[in-house]
């Protein structure tokens, strides 16, 4: 199974060094949306939550497939922002370069920081999973 998340990772990683314009064209359709009035003009959402909302809602993906994509790109995303540390003893850690800020990846805050950072709700089925992935190292091979 792991190996299976690994090529996964690798699929959609490969698709974003590809294409840099991918978050980009995602967003723009979303925005686009959003002046058609299919949906409400005004929007909070960062390019990480449109294309997170497009991966989940993408019929032709499967759900299996849906949840690694996008613990991919949140892993993506933060490994942008900050870094991942983990002590001798095994707890992991996640360095919030712009704040300075170091959070614990097994307390309540962090989840409040991903919660607002993916835009995905604790309740979702999908957070659990992200939040695990997040929480392992990358594979190497």
Same mark, same amino acid.
């Given at each position: 199974?792991?190996r299976? +998340?690994?090529?996964?990772? $690798? ?8 294409? &840099? $314009? ?5 967003? =723009?359709d ?6 058609? =009035?299919?949906?409400p003009?005004? !929007? #909070?959402?960062?390019? +990480?939550?449109?294309?997170?909302? *497009? #991966?989940?809602?993408?019929?032709q993906? &499967? ?14 995303? +933060?490994?942008?922002? =900050?870094?991942?540390c ?11 370069? !712009?704040?300075?800020? +170091?959070h *614990? %990846? ?6 409040h ?5 993916? $835009? ?16 392992? &190292? &990358? %594979?190497?091979?």
């Amino acid at each position: 199974m792991n190996r299976d +998340l690994h090529v996964a990772q $690798g699929a959609v990683q490969e698709a974003v060094r590809e294409n &840099p $314009g991918l978050l980009e064209k995602i967003c =723009g359709d979303h925005q686009a949306r959003n002046q058609s =009035g299919l949906q409400p003009a005004v !929007s #909070i959402e960062s390019e +990480l939550h449109c294309a997170i909302r *497009d #991966i989940m809602l993408d019929k032709q993906v &499967p759900l299996f497939d849906k949840r690694r994509h996008v613990s991919v790109l949140v892993r993506t995303e +933060l490994e942008r922002l =900050g870094e991942f540390c983990r002590t001798q003893d095994g707890r992991l850690f996640f360095f919030q370069k !712009s704040e300075r800020r +170091l959070h *614990d %990846l097994e307390q309540k805050h962090f989840q409040h920081l991903l919660t607002q950072f993916s $835009g995905l709700s604790v309740t979702e089925v999908g957070f659990r999973f992200v939040l695990e992935a997040v929480a392992k &190292p &990358p %594979l190497t091979l």
